[in-house]
């Protein structure tokens, strides 16, 4: 038969070298994402290799690859894929640039070091279950982006910051945002919150809402609200809050 009498051919390995100027570009390590299978090919001493199996084809765009570990100050822009857990070193800055089409995998645990900071200026979608880390002395900054962060989120903001401004955040079913110590500094945001999530602020944490609106998302019944301890000092100005 056919399937006897012919063998199928061997893959074939492409090699790409990024130029320098790609990464200029991109301002960060450049890979290639195939949006149709969700791979992401990181490069290998410079190289990015990508087996094409015998009549397959490939759509193949160059993004940053984001590395799960960030140790230096990096700004990536234009496309940005997250396709594993990440962690910002001590006194790091990772910038999300404006306007970059931002693609998220997955991911399951953002660790933010202490005096590191993550600044996100795009918009991005989050899956369920993913747990925030903010450290002493750290900050996770969203700005004028539209940020979905999906059921059972689980921010913990220690003696750090959690700011959202000029940004719309939706916050999905179950999921918390605790800020033990730390602050939550919302101005001119507004948040969707999914059932039953809750915003807990204790051990002399910090809420300064400078307006915006806080309410429940279109899916839901309501929310928990906001439970705050005595010692926390809380700052509220021209904000609606409903449940």
């Known amino acids: 038969s056919y399937h006897t009498a012919y063998e199928d051919a061997d893959s074939q390995i492409l090699n790409v070298t990024p130029s320098a100027a790609a990464q200029t570009l991109f301002g960060a390590e450049v890979g290639l994402y195939d949006p149709y299978d969700g791979e992401l090919y990181r490069p290998d001493n410079g190289v990015i290799s990508v087996e094409i199996g015998p009549g397959d084809g490939v759509l193949l765009q160059m993004a940053v690859a984001v ?3 960030i140790t230096s100050n990096t700004t990536a822009r234009h496309r940005v894929v997250i396709d594993s857990d990440i962690s910002i070193a001590p006194n790091t800055v990772f910038t999300i640039d404006e306007d970059s089409d931002v693609i998220i995998g997955e991911l399951t645990n953002i660790n933010i070091g202490e005096n590191a900071t993550l600044i ?4 991005a979608v989050f899956p369920d279950g993913l747990i925030v880390r903010v450290g002493t002395g750290g900050e996770f ?3 004028n982006a539209y940020c979905s962060f999906g059921d059972n989120t689980d921010f913990h903001v220690g003696p750090g910051q959690l700011a959202c401004l000029g940004s719309t955040i939706s916050i999905g079913e179950g999921a918390i945002v605790s800020s033990r110590g730390g602050t939550l500094l919302s101005q001119n945001s507004n948040w969707l919150m999914g059932e039953n999530s809750i915003v807990t602020i204790i051990d002399g944490g910090t809420l300064n ?6 309410d429940k998302a279109d899916s839901a019944s309501g929310w928990e609200g906001f439970r ?16």
């Not at 705050?228 to 449940?243: G, K, P, R, V």
């Open 228 to 243: 705050i301890a005595e010692s926390c000092l809380i700052t509220l100005n021209n904000a609606s809050i409903s449940d």
């Open 120 to 123: 996100l200026m795009s918009d």
């Open 141 to 143: 900054r969203i700005e």
């Open 209 to 214: 809402i400078d307006g915006g609106s806080w």
């Open 67 to 69: 590395p799960p570990v």
